[in-house]
């Protein structure tokens, strides 16, 4: 009966590796990266910001990209909103947190192609120390060597949105809209054969 139990899961991870043996590991290219996001403000006007300092990887199957997956980490302590004082509010107790939480990360967990050839990324969100689901519709926008220096490059869009409530920030609800939206442009590469 070990015997078996074995032999079951000899092929079990057999398999596994067999799925995720087309896929190639790809790093973010942290000069041509943006994470932007917009939260309304009392109804007047979208606020518009961003995160600047963010790493990522990629494992892509072109073949079955279903079998892809990406980790994203993302410092808090970049966001910035072009005005100093807001920044420094955002990232205090009463927002991100940024010394308590100094980094919001991102796992996939499922990857799904849709019918007009862009991919549904299901993963957790953990941010301000609680992981919660997030959902990002992306779009392949190009694969091939880079022109500039001819490594192998991928380039995505994706969106999405969470509400900060449910991530433990909530104050100067509802002047400050719940609802934050995210849209994210990125390459990632690997080194040129």
């Known amino acids: ?67 892809s997956r990406v980790t994203v980490t993302v410092k808090t302590a970049s966001v910035d909103t072009a005005l100093p004082a807001r920044d420094t509010d955002l990232k205090g107790e009463h927002f991100l947190d940024v010394q308590k939480y100094p980094e919001m990360r991102f796992v996939s ?45 991928l380039g995505f869009s994706a969106t999405g949105a969470l509400k900060r409530s449910d991530f433990g920030m909530s104050n100067y609800l509802p002047m400050i809209g719940d609802v934050v939206t995210l849209t994210i442009d990125a390459e990632f590469n690997r080194p040129a054969p």
């Open 1 to 67: 009966m070990h015997a078996l139990k074995v032999a079951v899961s000899s092929l079990a991870v057999g398999a596994m590796t067999s799925s995720m043996a087309l896929a190639e590991t790809y790093q973010l290219e942290k000069t041509h990266v943006d994470l932007l996001f917009s939260i309304n403000h009392a109804g007047f006007t979208e606020k518009h910001g961003s995160f600047r300092e963010l790493d990522a990887t990629l494992d892509y199957d072109s073949e079955k990209p279903e079998n």
């Open 109 to 153: 967990t499922r990857v799904t192609p849709v019918a007009d050839g862009s991919l549904r990324i299901e993963g957790d969100l953990t941010l301000h120390g609680i992981t919660k689901p997030l959902t990002l519709e992306a779009r392949l926008n190009k694969a091939g060597p880079n022109p500039f220096d001819k490594k192998p490059t």
